[in-house]
């Protein structure tokens, strides 16, 4: 499968942010893993380890399952966009980089179809001088759009607009579902990348 692709569902970005527009600055937890980062960075979990609501950490290991925090009753546009994957789903959240803010290259762990683990990204907000690379390709990724990107791949981020970037993440298991859209969005993204060569 290819490290990074588009995927056939789509959002309504507006609403999104309007989701996003009805959290407060508290909300907003800092980076746990402060030496991948320069400036901000920071979550605001909408579903983490037992429910708790300043639990930014998807602890792989937890005792634990996965819930909703309470911050998810007042985003009930993202309720509707989980709904639509059905899933397992493990931890959800928005993730912020301020602008001017760097996410130094790093990888992630077992964060790849094979693993049996996806993280997908909606962009909620972005900038076109966001510079977000997987694997040494850059990947464009508009608000709304839906991606699979192979974070067990170096990736890193780069804000050097004037606005925020922020996205919603989903960290979803791969049960037959899942397997059937990334498999079929896979090879329609093979297939216009081939048409476009």
Not at 14 to 31: E, I, N, S, T, Y
Not at 99 to 112: C, F, P, Q, R, Y
Not at 116 to 143: C, K, Q, S, W, Y
Not at 145 to 168: A, K, M, Q
Request: hydrophobic share 40%; with cysteine.
């Amino acid at each position: 499968m290819q490290p990074s692709f588009r995927m056939s569902p789509s959002f309504d970005a507006v609403r999104l942010q309007a989701d996003l527009d009805g959290l407060v600055a508290r909300d907003f937890v800092p980076h746990f893993n402060t030496r991948y980062y320069q400036g901000d960075w920071s979550a605001v979990p909408l579903r983490s380890v037992g429910g708790i609501e300043g639990n930014i950490y998807p602890d792989p290991t937890a005792k634990k399952s996965f819930a909703d925090t309470p911050l998810l009753a007042r985003c009930p546009y993202v309720k509707e966009v989980l709904d639509f994957f059905t899933c397992p789903q493990q931890a959800v959240r928005f993730l912020r980089l301020k602008a001017g803010s760097v996410v130094k290259e790093h990888t992630d762990l077992d964060l790849g179809f094979e693993d049996g683990e996806v993280r997908l990204h909606i962009p909620v907000r972005t900038n076109p001088d966001l510079v977000f690379m997987l694997g040494g390709a850059r990947v464009v990724m508009h608000e709304g759009e839906c991606w699979y990107n192979n974070f067990n791949l170096p990736h890193s981020v780069d804000n050097r607009g004037s606005t925020d970037r922020i996205h919603l993440v989903i960290d979803c298991v791969v049960n037959d579902w899942m397997r059937e859209l990334l498999l079929a969005d896979a090879a329609k993204a093979l297939a216009g990348s081939a048409a476009s060569a």
